[in-house]
T-cell receptor, first 111, second 115 residues
Framework: DADVTQTPRNRITKTGKRIMLECSQTKGHDRMYWYRQDPGLGLRLIYYSFDVKDINKGEISDGYSVSRQAQAKFSLSLESAIPNQTALYFC??????????FGAGSRLTVL | GDSVTQMEGPVTLSEEAFLTINCTYTATGYPSLFWYVQYPGEGLQLLLKATKADDKGSNKGFEATYRKETTSFHLEKGSVQVSDSAVYFCALSDYSGGGADGLTFGKGTHLIIQP
């Protein structure tokens, strides 16, 4: 099994729908992150968490929310999806020192 | 705020050619620097890192030296292979800048190696 597992891998939805992307890890790391990748823009940080009680906004948190259900689980929600949220989303974990382990990504298309 | 600038792609080379991908950074403190690689359909993987000035990171034939005087961390490889085709991201982390945790990434450079 992969160290960082993201589900779903691909999702097509319509404007206004609620979407949840899930991430689970077997690394035992405390720190977890959600990034968004857009062509020509690189990766941008949405939210990060140091533990289940510590959630922090990143560079582009508007329109997103997160939940850290356990040390191993960190989910990203779009309450009302819009087309400009079409992107590739990555979950990552870290033990610290910013060496990140990434999941394979979740490709979201909002029509 | 912190930022990373890397050369635009795609970069197309022939097999066994010499590779340089330029990366420069702006940071308020003393960042650690990283190169990550993304193969098609996969997440990013750490390729190499350097944590202080003049450090050289190396892995799989790739090298990069942390140059504080020129705020650069250029990626090099002496002889590329088709299997090196991927997107390469330069990144930094800078706790002392007071910004968010995690990494600041460049926009990525798509490398294409032709046989």
């Amino acid at each position: 099994d992969a160290d960082v597992t993201q589900t779903p891998r691909n999702r097509i939805t319509k404007t206004g729908k609620r979407i949840m992307l899930e991430c689970s890890q077997t690394k035992g790391h405390d720190r977890m992150y959600w990034y968004r990748q857009d062509p020509g823009l690189g990766l941008r940080l949405i939210y990060y968490s140091f533990d289940v009680k510590d959630i922090n906004k990143g560079e582009i948190s508007d329109g997103y929310s997160v939940s850290r259900q356990a040390q191993a689980k960190f989910s990203l929600s779009l309450e009302s999806a819009i087309p400009n949220q079409t992107a590739l989303y990555f979950c990552a974990t870290s033990p610290g020192a910013n060496v990140l382990t990434f999941g394979a990504g979740s490709r979201l298309t909002v029509l | 705020g912190d930022s990373v600038t890397q050369m635009e792609g795609p970069v197309t080379l022939s097999e066994e050619a010499f590779l340089t991908i330029n990366c420069t950074y702006t940071a308020t403190g003393y960042p650690s620097l990283f190169w990550y690689v993304q193969y098609p359909g996969e997440g990013l993987q750490l390729l190499l890192k350097a944590t202080k000035a003049d450090d050289k990171g190396s892995n799989k034939g790739f090298e990069a030296t942390y140059r504080k005087e020129t705020t650069s961390f250029h990626l090099e490889k002496g002889s590329v292979q088709v299997s090196d085709s991927a997107v390469y991201f330069c990144a930094l982390s800078d706790y002392s800048g007071g910004g968010a945790d995690g990494l600041t990434f460049g926009k990525g450079t798509h490398l294409i190696i032709q046989p």
